[in-house]
């Protein structure tokens, strides 16, 4: 499913007429009726609802006036308070509206209402709908719209946002003045990119998407480069298993990872590769960890020379590139430290090893500041920073990232010709070819230590079982979170550990082959 700017959504909504034939009013009747369904099958009858709509003078204002309609028609108690003169509502909204004067529907015009009236209705009413502001928020939230969102948030009441909470900006996800916390966002056609960014992904709410009758053909022909990761989106992933299936056949994973005193790390990575279904790990470490406990015997380890921190030496280079024959891809990073030498030891390897890679943790923190390893590489590489180690590695600040997360990735992407995997709520997937794909699993219970070494294993091990490095990206984020969210389930998000999530790999794996392929293989 695609992920839409304010222009692209505005370039589709003109297509769909100039193109495709679809009055402008008949998307507005299909997203009016499309977010009444949306609302009874969430929030049960609009019949004996009392329901006050909020409406600005725009489009969105539009859709929720043709909405009030439509709850009306269901046996709905439906009050429109309209936020601006009526003679400055124009075009479609217009026409919503004469259609609601001219049925009877009962309307309040700004200035021609008592703010305590509407306070007192608000309090009373079984739902609130705020269509004040959509896509088409140009500035600060600031007067009656100011008033009315505040109002609105501080009812208590629940809070359908029609299309985007108002306040929020469609493209950034940035509160624009004051914006509206809703418990549900319905938004027409398309996920906006605001839904996914910043406070606009605190905001909303439960995220629905209405359709409104734009043709699949008109999405697709406008190549929009943004997309949600969904199980249908997962061509080849995961591999099927061949009846005669073998060790070997199932890849093998070489683990450049640990230290003194970070040998969970590791461990993690190892053992969530091994979950994913890669046939064989050897993990790559300092001499002086041992690795063997009971809980990790089908690992094997390579020991090698160390430095007096316990870290990887340079000595280690010429085992670790003898090493790498017969294997089928690296991850590189999880628990190296930021030893100097290590460090010079971690950009070698990055620039030498022709196998398909993955960098986490201190691999990127060995590339922060000199990039031209990958410049040097043969074969694909995928990087893994949280918004911290992208900073260090882009020389940007975390805030300033997390404000452009799908740019800055994609830009990072095309720049390096590597896939970066930007982490976070709905982590971002970007490719050199400029396409980025965002991540609908997970929840805040995964910020906690070891997850990201998990993740690692998991991508590792998607690649040395030749999964497309760009699936291999996606598909081991997005199973990623559904472990994640299957252990939160079973243990909330607060207790939630890194071993929880790796434990329920196997689980989330099901999940997409059962949706896949409808039963289990035999
Ligand atoms: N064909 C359709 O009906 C579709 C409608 N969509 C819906 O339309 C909105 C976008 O509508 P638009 O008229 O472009 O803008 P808004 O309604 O979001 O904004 C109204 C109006 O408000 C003014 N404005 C901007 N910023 C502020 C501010 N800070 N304070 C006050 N007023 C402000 C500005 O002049 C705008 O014109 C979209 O969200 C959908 O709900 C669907 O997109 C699908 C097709
Ligand atoms: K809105």
């Known amino acids: 499913m695609k992920i ?79 936020f601006s003169p009526i003679e400055k509502v124009g075009g479609d909204a217009k026409t919503s509206l004469d259609i609601w004067m001219q049925t009877g529907g009962v309307l309040h015009v700004a200035g021609s209402f ?24 140009s500035h600060p939230v600031e007067g009656d719209y100011a008033k009315a969102i505040t109002l609105i948030n501080r009812s208590g009441r629940k809070v359908v946002a029609v299309d985007i909470p108002s306040g929020i900006s469609a493209d950034t996800g940035e509160v624009l003045g004051v914006a509206v916390k809703a418990d549900y966002t319905f938004t027409m056609a398309l996920p906006k990119w605001g839904h996914f960014l910043q406070e606009g992904l605190e905001v909303r709410g439960r995220l629905a998407v209405i359709d409104i009758g734009f043709p699949p053909a008109m999405i697709e022909a406008a190549k929009i480069p943004v997309d949600l990761i969904t199980p249908e989106g997962l061509a080849g992933f995961p591999p099927p298993r061949p009846r005669g299936a073998h060790k070997g056949t199932a890849g093998h994973l070489l683990v450049i990872a640990g230290s003194f005193g970070k040998k969970g790390a590791a461990l993690m990575t190892s053992l969530a590769a091994l979950r994913c279904g890669a046939g064989l790990v050897t993990v790559a ?92 590489r043969k074969a694909p590489a995928i990087l893994t920073p949280h918004p911290g180690e992208m900073s260090r590695l882009i020389g940007k600040r975390t805030d300033l990232i997390q404000k452009e997360r799908f740019t800055v990735a994609a830009h990072f992407a095309e720049q390096w010709g590597a896939i970066l995997v930007l982490k976070g ?96 293989p035999p």
């Open 285 to 376: 470490l300092p001499k002086s960890i041992d690795l063997a406990t009971a809980d990790l015997m089908e690992v094997m380890t390579l020991p090698l020379p160390e430095t007096p921190e316990g870290t990887l030496s340079l000595a280690a280079e010429k085992s670790l590139l003898q090493a790498v024959q017969g294997k089928d891809a690296v991850a590189i990073g999880p628990g190296l430290l930021q030893n100097e030498e290590t460090q010079r030891l971690i950009r070698t390897l990055i620039a030498e090893i022709s196998l398909p890679i993955v960098v986490d943790a201190d691999g990127l923190n060995a590339l922060a500041g000199d990039l031209s390893a990958l410049k040097k």
């Open 4 to 82: 839409v700017t304010a222009e692209e959504m505005k370039k589709l909504d003109r297509k769909a007429t100039t193109d495709y034939a679809i009055p402008s009013l008949l998307l507005m009747e299909n997203a009016a009726r499309g977010l009444v369904d949306e609302i009874e099958k969430t929030l049960g009858p609009a019949a004996g609802k009392r329901v006050v709509i909020l409406a600005g003078r725009g489009n969105n204002g539009g859709d929720g006036i043709a909405a009030a309609r439509h709850l009306r028609m269901r046996g709905a108690q439906v009050i429109v308070y309209l």
């Open 425 to 520: 709520a709905h982590t971002v997937v970007a490719t050199p070819d400029g396409f980025v794909r965002v991540n609908n699993t997970g929840n805040p219970g995964m910020a906690t230590a070891g997850t990201g070494d998990a993740l690692t294993g998991m991508i590792g091990a998607w690649l040395a079982q030749g999964i497309d490095p760009a699936e291999a990206a996606a598909g081991g984020v997005a199973l990623h979170g559904t472990a994640g969210d299957l252990a939160a389930a079973d243990r909330g998000e607060i207790g939630l550990i890194a071993s929880d999530l790796i434990q329920k790999i196997p689980e989330a794996i099901q999940n997409y082959v059962r949706r896949h392929s409808g039963v289990l």
């Open 114 to 137: 008592r703010w305590n009236h509407l306070t007192r209705e608000l309090s009373e009413s079984d739902l609130i709908i705020d269509a004040l502001l959509g896509t088409g928020l």
